[in-house]
């Protein structure tokens, strides 16, 4: 590999201005930095998770597409992975002359604030999704909202506020437009292809210049934490105020963050965000795209990578189950070499995953259904929208021509220490007719392949139910025999 120059300075744009900090420490966040160090205040916590959007900003980006802004949650948005970007607060928003910006002026016009704590966060939201989409539709609008509560007054006026947006000015005109080539100009320039490396011991700070160089800093400090979205290294530092020193920060690092498709295999790169993994899965794999719009909000699936995902080895992690049941595989780095495994063998105990020090998730290959397969996944929560998962199922079918099982593969989430297949519920599913009958036999099967436990989430007896009952969907809307509901109203009890 060639030598890469060493730079020991993050450099972004804030708003309008040149950023350049030669001292941040791994755990600082975007919000205490902008609050405590810029005073720019008009950016709050609220939950200082990722949850309730009122620390939303706007953060641009280069990529194959030009450069492209996403709301992001600050509050678990580390300082080290802005290097080459463009971070916008509400503070930069404005119109004409002594005149407020549109999103702001239909949020007064439409009555969509109330208390006022939350609106920052909802008017960087509404101002992303009106760059992208001038004139929303309700759903587009709902979701883009998804990552952002008010305790205060209804989504209706917020949501009437979003249609009026354009007839208060256009996108063409809105500021960020008519900065775009010269913030570009400007993030071009400093992308230098440089490793960042800030700090000194383990208190340090790291910015590979690329993936081959990720391998080699990670090679030599195989104890440091990896960094890629942060949507749940974050909230070890927010919340149990861990140190995670040293921290290689990975987000939108080149050679990780590619997605594409091969001969009925999709590859994507680790650093791959959902956000940026939708458009490609959703239509070659429809059943991940519902999924997909209930991980968390707008601001969470911008930063949160599937490989991340998965190399964090959470039980109730909602990627693992989906492509477990798909037969993906997982392709390992460890310096130069590389071994490619069953995803689900990835998966050992609680906390432990098949990956030797300095060793790294490098991409996930994911095999697109072959015509004629019935796959699909359902998950189940106390709220729709925005929560963690409680029970997660997924599930693969070929039928043989006489309509017995050829293949089946079942996953879940929630029901084990690790994302876990249920081998003696396939087992009794295999080679039989697939019929009601031969369902609901397999389901007493359950009980050999799963010992769930009993949290705030949900209990043991609850997610052993909702199991069973996911399985008996999917055969009800495999064949069409039994009215939708009979199955929902079980899997919401």
Not at 61 to 76: F, R, T
Not at 79 to 105: A, F, I, K, R
Not at 376 to 397: M, N, P, Q, S, W
Not at 445 to 473: I, Q, V, W
Request: charged letters at 25%; one cysteine or more.
């Amino acid at each position: 590999m060639a030598k890469v120059s060493i730079r020991n300075e993050i450099r972004f744009i804030l708003n309008g201005r040149d950023v350049v900090l030669s001292s941040v420490a791994p755990e600082a966040t975007l919000l205490d930095w902008l609050r405590l160090d810029r005073s720019l205040r008009g950016t709050k916590e609220g939950c200082a998770e990722g949850d309730c959007g009122a620390c939303t900003v706007l953060v641009g980006k280069l990529s194959a597409d030009g450069l492209v802004y996403e709301s992001v949650n600050a509050c678990i948005r580390f300082l080290g992975s802005l290097d080459d970007t463009h971070v916008v607060t509400v503070e930069h928003l404005h119109g004409s002359p002594g005149q407020l910006h549109p999103v702001q002026q239909a949020m007064v016009d439409f009555h969509g604030s109330q208390c006022g704590f939350c609106t920052p966060g909802f008017v960087m939201s509404l101002y992303g999704l009106w760059m992208k989409s001038p004139d929303p539709s309700n759903a587009s609008i709902e979701k883009a909202l998804q990552g952002n509560l008010c305790r205060c007054t209804g989504y209706e006026a917020i949501i009437r506020a979003a249609h009026a947006i354009s007839s208060y000015g256009k996108v063409a005109k809105d500021p960020l437009a008519a900065e775009r080539k010269a913030i570009t100009a400007r993030l071009e320039a400093m992308h230098d292809g440089a490793r960042v490396e800030i700090g000194a011991g383990k208190k340090r700070l790291i910015v590979p210049a690329n993936v081959d160089d990720f391998a080699t800093v990670l090679d030599k400090e195989p104890g440091a934490t990896i960094v890629a979205g942060a949507t749940d290294v974050g909230l070890w530092v927010t919340k149990h105020m861990s140190d995670i020193s040293p921290a290689i920060f990975i987000g939108d690092l080149d050679g990780l963050c590619t997605i594409g498709e091969d001969n009925g295999l999709i590859t994507i790169g680790a650093g791959v965000t959902y956000t940026e993994a939708f458009s490609t899965l959703a239509k070659r794999i429809p059943a991940l795209g519902p999924l997909f719009d209930r991980i968390g909000g707008d601001q969470v699936r911008n930063m949160g990578t599937i490989g991340g995902n998965i190399a964090n080895g959470s039980p109730i992690g909602d990627m693992p189950p989906p492509l477990i049941a798909l037969g993906a595989r997982l392709t390992l780095r460890k310096g130069n070499k590389r071994r490619t495994i069953p995803l689900e063998t990835f998966f050992i105990a609680y906390g432990k995953q098949d990956r030797q020090p300095g060793e790294f998730v490098e991409a996930v290959h994911v095999p697109v259904p072959a015509k004629g397969t019935k796959f699909a996944v359902h998950k189940i929560t106390k709220r729709r929208d925005e929560d963690i998962t409680a029970a997660l199922g997924a599930f693969f079918l070929t039928l043989a021509e006489d309509g017995t099982v050829a293949d089946v593969r079942i996953a879940y989430g929630g029901m084990a220490a690790t994302p876990k297949r249920a081998p003696a519920v396939e087992k009794a599913l295999l080679g039989k007719p697939w019929t009601e009958q031969t369902v609901e036999a397999a389901m007493a099967e359950y009980a050999k392949d799963f010992t769930p436990l009993t949290d705030m989430r949900a209990s043991a007896e609850y997610r052993t139910l909702a199991a069973k009952n996911l399985l008996l969907r999917f055969f009800v809307e495999t064949t069409d025999t039994r009215a939708p509901f009979q199955v929902s109203r079980n899997e919401a009890a």
